[in-house]
Each structure stands twice: as structure tokens, then as C-alpha cells.
């Protein structure tokens, strides 16, 4: 079983950074795709960013192209999501996942299979 658990969240004024971070723990993590997905109240959950085992192949969506930059550690089995420039519309749950090895790296919920338990991020002005 693979547990993933997210940290780094917080509150921070518009234009601010944050880095989180999803330690995992498990079987043949550095196999897995990671990927990072955000829920604001009331909306659906909604995908940000991904990166391969390899880590030389990431996608973004369009919101935080430019903005956010994904990365992985696999030495200490870690994700990272650095966040800068925020916006208030940043502000959601933000969750760490992971996706055993796919052609395509998803980018629906249903495509990951594992979770972690979310942690807040509030951009305020």
C-alpha cells in the first residue's frame, strides 16, 4: 500500500510563493507517475501537474503553466510544488497523488491511485 503525505500549505498574500511537499512511502515509488491536483470549495477536484518516474516529463494546465514548477526527489521519496506568483484563485486543497506507470500521464482523478490527505492553501489580498 502506498501512503503519500502533503505539507508545506498556508496562507499567503497575492504574489506570494509556496513550495509544498508529498512524502511517500511504499513499494517501487520511483516507478510511479506523481501528479498534483487542487479542489476549491463547491467545485470539482481539478488537475495541476504531473511528472514522470524519469522526471524529464511534466504537463501543466494552463492556469499555473508558468507559475508552478513540479519536481520529484526520488532519493527521498518526494514530490515537490513550488508555487509562485499566486492569485487568489490559487486558493484551494491542494492533494498529492500517484499513478502507477501509464503511457499517457493522466489528468483525471480517476486515472491516480493513490491519495494523500490534502493540505490548504489560502492566497489572500
Known amino acids: 500500500q502506498v501512503q503519500l503525505v502533503e505539507s508545506g500549505g498556508g496562507l499567503v498574500q497575492t504574489g506570494g510563493s509556496l513550495r509544498l511537499s508529498c512524502a511517500a512511502s511504499?513499494?517501487?515509488?520511483?516507478?510511479?507517475?506523481m501528479g498534483w491536483f487542487r479542489q476549491a470549495p463547491g467545485k470539482e477536484r481539478e488537475f495541476v501537474a504531473a511528472i514522470r518516474w524519469s522526471g524529464d516529463s511534466t504537463y501543466y494546465s494552463d492556469s499555473v503553466k508558468g507559475r508552478f514548477t513540479i519536481s520529484r526527489d526520488n532519493a527521498k521519496n518526494t514530490a515537490y510544488l513550488q508555487m509562485n506568483s499566486l492569485k487568489p484563485e490559487d486558493t484551494a486543497v491542494y492533494y498529492c497523488a500517484a499513478s502507477v506507470p501509464r503511457l499517457r500521464i493522466g489528468v483525471r482523478p480517476g486515472e491516480y491511485d493513490y491519495w494523500g490527505q490534502g493540505t490548504q492553501v489560502t492566497v489572500s489580498s
Open positions: 511504499g513499494r517501487a515509488l520511483n516507478t510511479y507517475i
